[in-house]
């Protein structure tokens, strides 16, 4: 059998990817549709989940673009419900929703103004659409939940400290999920990523060649840990295999994506 007979590593199987009408979410989508997956593509960014969608279908795959909030319940359920409406079953969720403000800092400097739009975001957000969609991927026989975590929960160095401990919720609440749902084949990790070349990051913290000034020099960073400025596509390339079957023995981890940096 050669490559293009292979059937794709998700084929037969339905994602739902909450925030995948940019960055990372935007890359997985159009890479686990190439797998074989029907896609439902759920973002607050209607137009750019949409134009996800529109480049899957065009590229031969099935997908639909799905408006979603993370920051309503009513908005999660709603997506959650049209994607099984959609595509008649739900075996894979891919949360990749969260981000950090600006004001971040450390504990005893924090304006606790912080606290409430990062925890809702990043964890209650997670929560909600695993809450959603986790009945519908136990009735379709089990399947993967992958979530996205952030190399700032496994290392003590960060300055964004309510960033990584909502980062760090998303590490537990995932371990949880993974030892509740596993006699449902129901599997859990989370992905702890490094700086990503996304419109966020860019943003925030630069591109190597160009950092903000006053964030750490990623130039020099660079030296020491290679791989920890990376692109969407490989954290997508992670998700995809916990997504797949191929990673059936892995359950409960949290996958650190972040070139080394919380390792050495």
């Known amino acids: 059998m050669n490559d293009r007979q292979r059937p794709g590593r998700l084929?037969?199987?339905v994602a739902l990817i909450v925030g995948g009408g940019t960055g990372i979410g935007a890359c997985a989508a159009r890479l686990f549709a190439a797998e074989g997956a029907a896609v439902a593509v759920a973002d607050i960014q209607h137009e750019a989940a949409s134009q996800v969608a529109q480049s899957i279908v065009a590229a031969g795959g099935q997908s639909v673009a799905i408006a979603a909030d993370v920051m309503s319940e009513e908005s999660v359920r709603a997506a959650v419900d049209s994607a099984v409406r959609q595509f008649g079953r739900l075996q894979v969720l891919f949360n990749c929703v969260g981000g950090s403000l600006p004001a971040d800092a450390p504990v005893t400097e924090v304006d606790f103004s912080v606290w409430d739009r990062t925890m809702n975001l990043d964890v209650r957000g997670t929560l909600l659409a695993c809450r959603h969609a986790i009945p519908h991927i136990v009735a379709a026989g089990g399947g993967s939940v992958v979530n996205m975590s952030s190399g700032a929960a496994l290392r003590g160095s960060g300055k964004?400290?309510?960033?990584?401990?909502a980062k760090g919720a998303v590490v537990a609440v995932t371990r949880n999920i993974?030892?509740?749902?596993?006699?449902?084949?129901?599997?859990?990790?989370a992905i702890?990523?490094?700086?990503?070349?996304?419109?966020?990051?860019?943003?925030?913290?630069?591109?190597?060649?160009?950092?903000?000034?006053?964030?750490?020099?990623?130039?020099?960073?660079?030296?020491?840990y290679p791989f920890w400025f990376g692109e969407p596509e490989d954290i997508?390339?992670?998700a995809l295999f916990l997504a797949s079957d191929e990673s059936r023995m892995i359950t409960g981890a949290a996958i650190p994506a972040d070139g080394g940096r919380s390792a050495y």
């Not at 964004?160 to 401990?165: E, G």
């Not at 993974?178 to 990790?189: E, I």
């Open 236 to 238: 997508a390339n992670v």
């Open 178 to 189: 993974a030892g509740t749902y596993a006699r449902h084949n129901v599997r859990a990790n």
């Open 11 to 13: 084929a037969g199987k």
């Open 160 to 165: 964004a400290h309510i960033y990584a401990a």
């Open 192 to 224: 702890c990523a490094g700086r990503i070349n996304t419109e966020r990051i860019r943003r925030t913290y630069g591109v190597p060649g160009n950092p903000k000034p006053g964030d750490v020099n990623i130039d020099e960073v660079l030296k020491t």
